[in-house]
């Protein structure tokens, strides 16, 4: 039993101090423990990093009292922090802080009360059709209700029905609901009420992915080296159903299991089938803990402590549900593996597809990476022996692969251009499916009306002060907007550098795809979907919900629309435009465009007829178009690895990416500069380094930006070299340097 222990105090910036522990505390002590300790005459709570047996510390003091063990972090957990703080380059506190959710950290640990709704009065069937139909979200709400047997805890009542507290309010007043509160924790997990879905057959291919996986659940634990699985299936070939039936399995047999998905508030569909397939189909009582973004420190803190007392052994989330505190784990799912939402972009700058294959590999279980585009990095491991490659290459309902068009704009002209991006075939096609009564998705990723305001005669663009991006115009608001910083001006008259009056919008928005929309089929019940019109909470779902309901004829959006959503009536899907991105001064954006294709064609003809995706685009010979056209995975990966190998990118080396940035742009070229040749100087030889250079991204908030690129064969020569320039290379005042270790941005 240990004397003394090692301690990384919460709040200060990575303090480790030795404290004693006195007698009767010893036995409660381990690794993992949080403590309650003096430090310059106030109490602070921290994590013990260490036991010793003694400390050359003098005057030396005790600790105070040990915080209720259900806040202890695990032993595998605390191996995995202090993997992330070396391989990540970042402060182990920095990576303490992501492990633990805040209100974990600040306080003791005491009962919480959390709201329950339950029905006081109970509806009929044309009680909630009626409802349903003059005022839908009270209908939600009820029909949530009446399908589930239990109370509900209010926030999941409102995200699964995705109705406003007002709404619910609204049913308490006149006598449908009551509340009442609850200690959670108390008894059995969260039900939540969804129409508990068809259950399918698996089909041969399921049958066969299921299998292997099983097997390797069941032997999860034995801290044996468990080789990572690599799940490439189409979009719609039916990879949800079979995380279900693996999640199942796992729930069987005693054990816990983490879902990692890439944006929850995005995924809503995906997250309500986990849900109601555990809640209704002999989950045993056992609860699914969901942790979104839009959770209450309170909340994320009962749902944090339900998987820490094993009342709840399912964890869905996005990235930091990597550190959910289950214990037992028998499987850990990554969903769309190749999303970049997945990589932290802040310190520490962590991946949390990367860091779930180290927990398994600390946990001693499987992990399953999920997509129907992999990455190029995930597939190499698969196509080297490193992962286990397995797939299912055709759609689940044996529908075929949508049809994918592709428009010339070039040979469009100007038409395209004044017709706010349609092209004539896009034109045609919306008219049928408007006729057939069919849904139709437009895609664009960017949001506005106009891309920019560029002066024809000197070709002048109105650019943010601050950062040195485009200012785009909004045309509701009347302003330009920088997307980057929020920096808003009236959009000048006269082009600013020249004098001209011939300044005008080039390049187009949704909004001016909405607008223009609008104007061609006046009778099309047409939304707009993008981080202007989602502002208000439970928006997206409202959306999301009346176009389920084929309330609405035409969906135009951003990437939000891109993911995962599964609409049975949307038979036609509109690529705006698929240039965007493709010219980004990045190694990864054509495998970015490749997977953007995909994925949004993908939506389209889910149901029982076939789908259609038109595509416009001025490159339309580009290889990351054709191969998407083609539903060519295969072929895409040959050329892109071809390319990566040729240029040796990532996954042929490791990168690090250096970024220093001030406002004042001499020293931030300086400092870029000194840090280059100190690297240079101290680099051994298998690492490559890069000359200080602008980034892509020259100016951003105010702040000029450089950057020095490192690449090395292999991680650890890099990561020891990035350590040591964060403790030996000496930064001037108002200059800030971040290390980002396999860096997904490189603006
Ligand atoms: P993915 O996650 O690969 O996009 P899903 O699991 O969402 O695919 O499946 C696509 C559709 O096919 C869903 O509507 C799902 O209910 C259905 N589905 C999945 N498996 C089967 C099956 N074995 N038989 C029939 N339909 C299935
Ligand atoms: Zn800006």
Redesign the pocket.
């Known amino acids: 039993m240990p004397s003394f222990v090692r301690v990384l105090v919460d709040r200060s910036e990575g303090q480790e101090l030795d404290y004693m522990v006195p007698e009767s505390f010893r036995r409660d002590i381990t690794v993992g423990s949080r403590v309650i300790i003096p430090m310059r005459g106030r109490r602070a709570i921290g994590t013990v990093l260490e036991l010793l047996d003694h400390s050359q510390v003098s005057g030396i003091k005790s600790i105070e009292s040990v915080v209720e063990p259900e806040a202890s972090v695990s032993p595998a957990l605390m191996r995995l922090g202090s993997w992330m703080a070396e391989y990540y380059c970042a402060p182990l506190a920095s990576v303490m802080r992501s492990i633990l959710p805040p209100t974990i950290r600040g306080e003791k640990i005491a009962g919480k009360k959390i709201r329950m709704a339950g029905l006081a009065n109970k509806p009929s069937a044309e009680e909630i059709n009626h409802f349903l139909k003059k005022a839908p979200k009270q209908g939600a709400l009820l029909r949530a209700l009446a399908v589930s047997c239990d109370r509900i805890p209010v926030p999941d009542l409102l995200s699964s029905s995705g109705a406003s507290e007002a709404s619910l309010r609204l049913l308490i007043k006149s006598g449908w609901v009551d509340l009442e509160e609850k200690r959670v924790g108390s008894s059995g997990g969260s039900s939540v009420a969804v129409l508990p ?1 068809r259950i ?4 041969p291919d ?1 049958h066969r992915v299921v299998d292997e996986l099983v097997d390797a659940v069941a032997g999860a634990g034995e801290k044996k080296g468990m080789i990572p699985f690599l799940l490439h ?10 995380y279900l039936r693996l999640l199942a399995k796992v729930l069987e047999s005693g054990k816990s299991a983490i879902v990692l998905v890439p944006e929850i508030s995005l995924t809503p569909q995906t997250v309500e089938r986990f849900r109601s397939r555990f809640d209704h189909a002999g989950g045993g009582g056992v609860g699914v803990a969901v942790l979104h973004s839009h959770l209450t420190e309170a909340e994320r803190r009962e749902e944090w402590l339900r998987l820490q007392r094993g009342e709840a052994r399912i964890a869905i989330g996005a990235r930091s549900a990597v550190f959910a505190p289950l214990a037992n784990l028998g499987l850990i799912i990554v969903d769309e593996e190749h999303e970049n939402t997945y990589k932290q972009e802040e310190t520490p700058r962590y991946h949390a597809r990367d860091v779930a294959v180290m927990r398994a590999r600390l946990e001693g279980c499987p992990v399953l990476l999920g997509s ?1 585009t992999p990455s190029i990095e995930s597939y190499r491991n698969a196509a080297s022996g490193k992962y286990r490659l397995l797939e ?1 290459p055709r ?3 044996g529908q075929v692969m949508p049809l994918i068009r592709v428009v010339d704009l070039r040979l469009q002209g100007k038409r395209a251009k004044s017709d706010g991006g349609l092209s004539a075939p896009l034109q045609m096609e919306i008219t049928r499916r408007l006729e057939l009564d069919q849904q139709t998705i437009l895609f664009l990723n960017r949001r506005g009306f106009a891309t920019s305001m560029l002066c024809e005669l000197c070709g002048h663009v109105c650019k943010c002060p601050n950062c040195s991006l485009a200012m785009t115009f909004h045309r509701a608001a009347e302003r330009l907007a920088c997307h980057l910083c929020g920096h808003s001006t009236v959009p000048p008259s006269r082009c600013p550098e020249c004098g001209d009056a011939g300044i005008r919008h080039s390049g187009i928005g949704t909004q001016r795809v909405e607008e223009s929309i609008r104007k061609s089929f006046p009778k099309a019940r047409i939304a707009r979907m993008d981080a202007d019109t989602m502002t208000r909470r439970g928006s997206y779902e409202e959306v999301l919900g009346k176009f389920r309901a084929r309330q609405i004829d035409i969906l135009v959006g951003t990437q939000m629309i891109a993911k ?1 959503l ?1 609409f049975p009536n949307v038979t036609l899907v509109g690529i705006i435009n698929a240039d965007i991105g493709l010219h980004s001064p990045d190694f990864r954006a054509g495998e970015r465009t490749f997977q953007l294709l995909t994925q949004v064609a ?1 939506r389209a003809g ?1 149901g029982e007829t076939e789908g259609e995706v038109i595509v416009q685009t001025f490159s339309p010979g580009s290889p990351s178009l054709q191969h998407a056209r083609h539903h060519d995975f295969a072929g895409f990966y040959e050329q892109e690895i071809a390319f990566r190998e040729a240029f040796r990118h990532p996954p042929f080396s490791r990168m690090l990416l250096v970024r220093i940035r001030s406002v004042s742009a001499e020293k931030a070229s300086r400092t870029a500069t000194s840090a280059s040749a100190w690297l240079t100087k101290n680099a051994p030889a298998s690492v490559e380094v890069s000359d200080a250079s602008p980034a892509p991204l020259e100016k951003s908030h105010g702040q000029y930006r450089y950057h020095v690129i490192l690449k090395a064969p292999s991680g650890a020569a890099l990561g020891r070299l990035g350590r040591d320039l964060v403790s030996l290379f000496t930064i001037p005042r108002e200059v800030v340097m971040t290390l980002d270790v396999d860096p997904y941005s490189m603006m």
């Open positions: 879905g399918p057959e698996l089909n399921q299936g189409v979009t719609g070939s039916g990879k949800t159903e079979v129907a299912l759609r689940a309902d995962g599964d993908g889910r």
